[in-house]
């Protein structure tokens, strides 16, 4: 069992409740705020939740002092969904967000009440470092990379960002600052498509001795780097990113906006692209860990953390700043490309005792670590069982800073705040809902985790208790348990045009490469 590992890890810390208190009635100041999201981190890849092959010292250190989950969800268990809930507290499913290319369009109306906008006007200062995977643009008005791009996180919240538009195995490999493309020259624009080659570059499927690593079906398109990507580009050669650099690039843009923005309360949403393929460790970091390539760039995602935690100390404001860190959906370690991850993994497990991996709506896809560290008000750090969804941080921050906030913009997310005061809190909300690219849906509620029916697949029921792994379904075992959870999930579902919102998802996943 997983929770036993971690128990032993975190010995010293204590079992028993503390006092629930609200954290909103003895803030004295506003707390600064940094989510920290990694890209594709698995369940248990972490020390603190049991890794022994891959050494992550600074988070090891940061979860002593934490509220460490044992139960946490993303919401989905692919990128842009997930980060489409964190962001404003919706499902996503319900906005038929699924991966997206880099031009689609921007799938946040600037209308919402995002979680940045609710910081901003509660008068923080409000950053994006890292990868965005929301979509850029318009659909009247596609976005071009050469022009200044208003539609995108400046839009939906966000003061300042540094950011990529898409994912690290997609086109174009290059940063936005604010709203330009940094670095690049008017004589060498930049041009995306995701149908067909264009430009002269080489590409994976045309010129693989040019290929550092191989790559897997539809990551064949425009080398960069030696690296060929998901889509085809030619230009903005000057604005390109290097792969090695990449980590140590947003950190530079994370740490220079802590110290500039240390006496203001911020908000900040680091999302470097750490473990998401192609995994190119800086030199610093290759072949370090005991877990190949695959150790190694989570080993670099930890000393990233640890040179953030630094810089919250050296400008004064660690104690009073609150630091949430979990991972967008749990990895798939052999996909994109062949670059040795799965062969050299050396018996480390991502995935704990979970079933499952990315895309699944099993344990394995959506179960995260998440790690909630406060060091002003938490003084007794403890593991918190209870299921959490982070699609409710909206509404939790709202309730434990106090921060006013409507029941409609609060959307789908509800206040687990009683959840990071008591070891023992009460379920905060009826179920938890998790979704795949594809919207589909799976329920935990209590115990019981269901899978409805769906695209060649029956439908699953799962006691967690006492089957974490999802081994054995009980569903011709409780089939009126079955059918009361999958009326509850057309319930909600029924609010919502599912037939149309099916309908798009199969254009999405036809289009997925
Ligand atoms: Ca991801």
Redesign the pocket.
């Known amino acids: 069992m997983m929770n036993t590992k971690i128990i032993s890890f975190t010995g010293i810390l204590t079992t028993l409740s503390i006092a629930h208190t609200s954290y909103a009635q003895q803030a004295e100041q506003h707390p600064n705020v940094i989510i920290i999201l990694?890209?594709?981190i698995g369940y248990t890849d972490l020390g603190c939740y049991g890794a022994k092959k891959i050494k992550t010292p600074a988070i090891d250190q940061l979860a002593r002092q934490s509220i460490i989950f044992t139960n946490a969800y993303a919401p989905a268990s692919?990128?842009s969904p997930?980060?489409y809930a964190l962001l404003t507290g919706e499902y996503a499913w319900r906005k038929n967000v699924g991966i997206l290319p880099a031009d689609a369009p921007l799938t946040i109306s600037p209308a919402t009440t995002t979680l940045p906008e609710m910081f901003r006007r509660n008068g923080y200062q409000t950053a994006i470092v890292g990868?965005w995977?929301l979509g850029l643009g318009t659909k009247d008005i596609p976005v071009d990379f050469n022009r200044e791009i208003k539609e995108g996180p400046l839009a939906i919240g966000f003061d300042y960002a540094y950011y990529f538009p898409a994912?690290n195995d997609r086109v174009p490999c290059i940063y936005i600052n604010n709203e330009k493309v940094d670095g690049l020259t008017p004589n060498d624009p930049i041009n995306v498509s995701y149908k067909q080659k264009i430009g002269s570059d080489g590409t994976g499927k045309e010129n693989p001795d040019k290929l550092i690593m191989k790559p897997h079906l539809g990551h064949d398109g425009t080398i960069i780097n030696g690296i060929s990507r998901i889509g085809w580009m030619s230009g903005g050669n000057s604005a390109r990113w290097q792969d090695d650099k990449m980590g140590e690039h947003l950190l530079n843009k994370t740490i220079s906006y802590i110290k500039k923005h240390a006496d203001s309360p911020f908000f900040l949403y680091y999302a470097p692209h750490n473990a998401?393929e192609p995994r190119v460790p800086s030199p610093a970091f290759k072949n370090k860990s005991k877990a190949g390539i695959y150790g190694d760039v989570i080993e670099e995602f930890d000393y990233y953390v640890g040179k953030i935690i630094q810089t919250l100390k050296e400008t004064g404001i660690y104690e009073n700043t609150i630091i949430v860190l979990s991972?967008?959906?749990?990895?798939m370690i052999k996909e994109g490309y062949q670059d040795g991850a799965l062969e050299n993994i050396n018996g480390h497990n991502p995935y704990g005792n979970l079933r499952g991996e990315?895309y699944s709506l099993h344990e394995g896809g959506n179960k995260v670590p998440f790690i909630f560290s406060w060091p002003q008000k938490i003084k007794r750090p403890f593991i918190q069982t209870q299921p959490f969804i982070y699609l409710d941080m909206l509404a939790t921050f709202a309730d434990m800073l106090n921060l006013p906030i409507t029941k409609k913009e609060l959307k789908d997310s509800r206040s687990g705040a009683s959840l990071f005061t008591q070891v023992q809190a009460p379920l905060y909300r009826e179920y938890i809902m998790t979704q795949n690219n594809g919207g589909e849906i799976a329920i935990r509620k209590g115990k019981w985790k269901f899978l409805p029916q769906r695209k060649n697949k029956n439908a699953e029921l799962y006691n967690l208790e006492n089957d974490p792994s999802e081994l054995h379904n009980l569903i011709f075992a409780y089939p009126q348990l079955a059918q009361k959870l999958k009326i509850e999930i057309e319930q909600v579902y029924n609010k919502n045009n599912l037939k149309s919102a099916t309908k798009l998802f199969s254009v999405l996943l036809a289009s997925k490469r």
């Open positions: 990694a890209d594709d692919t990128s997930s980060r990868k995977h994912t998401h991972s967008d959906n749990a990895p990315k």
